[in-house]
């Protein structure tokens, strides 16, 4: 179904428009009035942020990589020049969001500085998801004249050691901080991403501190989704559920601090523990105590996001592999208002399991992904690396 703002309705899109994302966030922040602003930020089903892999092409091969297709070149399969100007047309069409040029290695595209420039100019807040190692002084530079308002760097430990190891190719994380410094040099706002998994996980307080030492302006950490190369090895790489309670509640308290804006991704029940602290500690949520967290919620894949794939195919987010629809076969606003796996995802009473009748589920929701990875297709499933048992069960099995 359609998602028509009123033509009055002050759109959360066009207030991020007024200055940098950091600039945004930080004003909704000092607003006296958080929840208004978070009420906007939070409007149903309304499209915030897309993911768009560029090409499949990349310098690196991680070992949790969730490429399906990877190539050491741009593909023959990668949109066009022209095909890529008109799907920003289409995406700008339903919303003037974020959108995120991602990879693959996004730098491997030689147009991607003028498809950046182009997305600004019809509206688009530009960002780049890149590995960082090809961004030298004369790269950053070119960033920056293409109007990306933010870079995000992939570090996957906190040391070279662990870094390298994952992905890859020694020297990497020495050039990843490279290219981080040269983008900071010129001023850009930068964010590190990092996937938390076996290997990394003990040096996740070491890379929080990296984090504010380097000066970035944020620090997502992601929980692997075993999808893509991390099919391989998500047996091994895959945190416990316990562990996975234990680290969220870490990063609660680090979030709390407010040093750094700070973000669990594709963790959707941090923000069932992040309710539950904050009600133990008596405090209301809103974006002032608890920041970004308190404007957002767990899984948005085809409710506030999804991913493009270098192909063109559309999906709710890059983790979940069901197709929603093809940007060459079908307008984009079409498939995002009227897909079967977006309705599917829209509606909370189709969530399964402990999931289905859990207290927090407006909230939480669970990883659809790693359901889907779970039971093999069913991801509307419960997510299956939560330890919670809802209220609704625990009376049932107490008989009450
Ligand atoms: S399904 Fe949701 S939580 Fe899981 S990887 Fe995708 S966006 Fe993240
Ligand atoms: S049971 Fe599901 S909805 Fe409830 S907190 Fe866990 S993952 Fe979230």
Redesign the pocket.
């Known amino acids: 179904m359609p998602h028509p703002s009123k033509p009055n309705d002050s759109n959360p899109s066009d207030e991020k428009r007024k200055g940098t994302i950091k600039q945004v966030y930080q004003s909704i922040k000092d607003k006296d009035d958080g929840h208004s602003h978070a009420r906007k930020f939070m409007m149903k089903d309304q499209l915030r942020l897309v993911f768009w892999e560029t090409t499949a092409g990349c310098n690196l091969e991680c070992v949790h990589c969730r490429r399906l297709d990877v190539a050491h070149e741009m593909m023959k399969s990668d949109l066009t020049t022209e095909q890529s100007k008109q799907l920003m047309d289409n995406i700008a069409a339903e919303s003037k969001c974020i959108l995120v040029l991602s990879g693959g290695e996004p730098l491997f595209r030689p147009d991607i500085y003028e498809l950046a420039e182009y997305g600004h100019s019809i509206g688009l807040t530009m960002a780049l998801a890149t590995n960082g190692t090809l961004v030298t002084h004369e790269v950053a530079q070119k960033i920056v004249d293409a109007k990306i308002q933010r870079v995000s760097i992939s570090l996957d430990g906190a040391s070279a050691q662990t870094h390298d190891k994952f992905r890859n190719l020694p020297g990497s994380f020495e050039s990843a901080m490279r290219g981080l410094k040269n983008l900071q040099a010129l001023g850009m706002e930068t964010q590190i991403n990092s996937t938390i998994a076996k290997h990394n996980v003990h040096e996740v307080k070491q890379l929080y501190q990296n984090a504010i030492d380097l000066g970035v302006e944020a620090l997502h950490i992601f929980m692997l989704v075993p999808v893509g190369c991390g099919v391989k090895i998500a047996d091994d790489a895959m945190l416990e559920a316990e562990k996975y309670e234990e680290v969220l509640n870490w990063f609660y308290e680090i979030s709390r601090e407010g040093k750094i804006q700070t973000k669990a991704t594709c963790a959707?029940?941090y923000?069932?523990i992040m309710r539950q602290r904050a009600k133990k500690e008596g405090i209301t949520i809103s974006p002032k105590t608890h920041g970004m967290a308190a404007m957002t919620k767990?899984c948005l894949a085809g409710q506030s996001i999804c991913f493009i794939s270098h192909k063109g195919e559309v999906f709710p987010c890059g983790y979940l592999p069901v197709e929603a629809g093809h940007v060459l076969k079908q307008p984009f606003t079409e498939i995002w208002n009227k897909s079967q796996v977006f309705t599917d995802l829209r509606d909370q009473d189709k969530?399964g399991?402990?999931?289905g009748v859990?207290?927090?589920?407006k909230?939480?929701?669970?990883?659809r992904a790693r359901a889907f990875f779970d039971t093999q297709g069913d991801y509307m499933a419960?997510?299956p690396?939560?330890?919670?048992?809802?209220t609704s069960i625990k009376q049932a099995l107490d008989g009450k």
């Open positions: 959707p029940h923000f069932r767990g969530l399991g402990k999931c859990c207290e927090y589920k909230v939480c929701e669970g990883c419960e997510e690396y939560c330890i919670y048992e809802p």
